[in-house]
């Protein structure tokens, strides 16, 4: 945004200046998106050489920025062509790889990436950005941070939504809190309700790493004695879910062991 402040942490965009106008219609020259999880399809040779060929074109504003979604269906091939473009990018440019599993992802590509985990956002955070991003009030943004357990697209979402689906997301977190509350038996049977449904399984590793990865940043800002057991769940679904999205292994098996361990 050619507006934003320079000392502000907080992203933001102003919605009105030609750079926010191009992003928001998608037409910015210096950013490209291949999406392939999102098509369901690989990420072939041809793509890469449409990302190689826009990468030796100067850049409009100063920075090309590349987003690729999900590498971890590139093909080898197609990895090999990229590799030069990786390691020597022209000009400032920025890759953003996006991936579910670092290890699905082939070692040539992984070597030459600096991996970071994205966390769930803070309630601060995510309020904050509706404010600035969409001129959200206050008590609504507040309130969408609250039940978006840290997701900013959720979050957005829910500022849109009727009351009946509000009511229902609201319904769900709970049933979620006091899931991962309740005895192991009750688990099971959770468990037991899923077991032919492995995407359901993966929503909800989703929103229960999201719930208390929120617990864990609350526990910590009121110094709660809670704070080391409810760190201690949240590594263990994230080990689950790592373990749930490889392509081996039994589905209902790894998603019992994770609603056990958490």
């Given at each position: 945004?050619?507006?934003?402040?320079?000392?502000?942490?907080v992203?933001?965009?102003?919605?009105?200046c030609?750079?926010?106008?191009?992003?928001?219609?998608g037409?910015?020259p210096?950013?490209y998106?291949?999406?392939?999880e999102?098509?369901?399809?690989?990420?072939?040779?041809e793509?890469?050489?449409?990302?190689?060929?826009?990468?030796?074109?100067?850049?409009y504003?100063?920075?090309?920025?590349?987003?690729?979604r999900?590498?971890s269906?590139?093909t080898?091939?197609a990895a090999?062509?990229f590799l030069?473009?990786?390691?020597?990018p022209?000009?400032?440019?920025?890759f953003?790889l996006l991936?579910?599993?670092?290890?699905?992802?082939?070692?040539?590509?992984?070597?030459?990436?600096?991996?970071?985990?994205?966390?769930?956002?803070?309630?601060?955070?995510?309020?904050a950005?509706l404010?600035?991003?969409y001129?959200?009030?206050?008590?609504?943004?507040?309130?969408a941070?609250?039940i978006?357990?840290?997701?900013m697209?959720?979050?957005?979402q829910?500022?849109?939504?009727?009351?009946?689906?509000?009511?229902?997301?609201e319904?769900e977190?709970?049933r979620?809190?006091?899931?991962l509350?309740?005895s192991?038996?009750?688990?099971?049977?959770?468990?037991d309700?899923?077991?032919?449904?492995?995407?359901a399984?993966?929503a909800?590793?989703?929103?229960?790493i999201?719930?208390v990865?929120?617990?864990?940043h609350?526990?910590?800002?009121n110094?709660?004695?809670?704070?080391?057991?409810?760190?201690?769940?949240?590594?263990a679904?994230?080990?689950?879910?790592?373990r749930f999205?490889?392509?081996?292994?039994?589905?209902?098996?790894?998603?019992?062991?994770?609603?056990?361990?958490s």
């Amino acid at each position: 945004c050619e507006k934003k402040t320079q000392k502000s942490d907080v992203l933001y965009s102003c919605g009105e200046c030609s750079s926010c106008s191009m992003c928001a219609a998608g037409t910015h020259p210096d950013i490209y998106i291949l999406d392939a999880e999102e098509k369901g399809e690989h990420i072939h040779l041809e793509d890469i050489q449409r990302v190689r060929e826009r990468a030796q074109m100067s850049a409009y504003g100063g920075t090309h920025i590349f987003l690729l979604r999900d590498v971890s269906r590139m093909t080898r091939e197609a990895a090999n062509a990229f590799l030069k473009t990786l390691e020597e990018p022209r000009g400032r440019t920025i890759f953003f790889l996006l991936a579910s599993v670092a290890d699905d992802v082939l070692e040539t590509i992984r070597s030459r990436s600096w991996h970071v985990r994205f966390w769930p956002l803070s309630e601060e955070t995510i309020a904050a950005g509706l404010q600035l991003e969409y001129g959200i009030p206050h008590k609504e943004a507040v309130a969408a941070a609250r039940i978006a357990d840290g997701l900013m697209g959720l979050a957005v979402q829910y500022t849109t939504m009727t009351n009946e689906k509000r009511n229902a997301l609201e319904q769900e977190r709970e049933r979620i809190g006091s899931l991962l509350q309740g005895s192991l038996a009750e688990r099971l049977k959770y468990a037991d309700t899923l077991r032919e449904n492995p995407d359901a399984m993966r929503a909800w590793l989703v929103k229960s790493i999201a719930l208390v990865s929120g617990m864990v940043h609350e526990s910590l800002q009121n110094g709660s004695v809670n704070a080391i057991s409810v760190a201690e769940a949240c590594r263990a679904l994230l080990e689950g879910e790592e373990r749930f999205l490889k392509p081996y292994g039994t589905k209902r098996i790894i998603f019992e062991d994770t609603l056990i361990a958490s």
